[in-house]
């Protein structure tokens, strides 16, 4: 595996990004025309891209942390064929080196669908073996998708 990080991404890498988060992700929160997930990309905060690719070069997983309403936040995605191997923790600890703390919303249910029909299993449970916290009082309800608040606190 090889790991890539930085700041800024080129047009190539955002629309793998792009077929990525659209494939993996629910289709409430897909994203209609790669301007519109460049756009999304564009305006975060103070990002931090860390991309993990096999050997062949092939993109299998994805993360950013970035900076909203003065905290850490991230997104992460890994490829289905890839999940359940240890990748997403692999990047959830590279996020976490030198933090104090890092935030993500989680679905929290298996209510949602994949673009191609199948049911997204909700990553609550990857992120509560990560040593998140899950904060059941702060969800997001939007018109899109019902989300609830997990954190990570570095242990002193």
Not at 11 to 36: A, G, H
Not at 63 to 91: C, M, P, T
């Amino acid at each position: 595996m090889k790991f890539f990080e930085s700041n800024c991404l080129n047009t190539e890498i955002k629309i793998t990004l792009y077929e990525l988060w659209n494939k993996e992700y629910p289709i409430q929160v897909r994203f209609n025309y790669f301007i519109e997930f460049e756009n999304y990309i564009n305006k975060l905060t103070s990002p931090k891209h860390i991309i993990i690719s096999n050997n062949n070069g092939e993109i299998i997983g994805w993360a950013v942390e970035f900076a909203e309403d003065n905290e850490l936040w991230l997104n992460l995605i890994i490829k289905q064929n890839f999940q359940k191997k240890g990748y997403g923790s692999i990047l959830l600890n590279k996020l976490k080196e030198n933090k104090a703390s890092i935030s993500a919303w989680v679905v929290e249910h298996n209510n949602y669908k994949l673009i191609n029909g199948k049911t997204y299993p909700s990553p609550k449970e990857f992120y509560l073996k990560n040593n998140f916290t899950l904060l059941y009082g702060i969800k997001l309800n939007d018109e899109t998708i019902s989300a609830v608040k997990m954190i990570w606190h570095k242990n002193p």
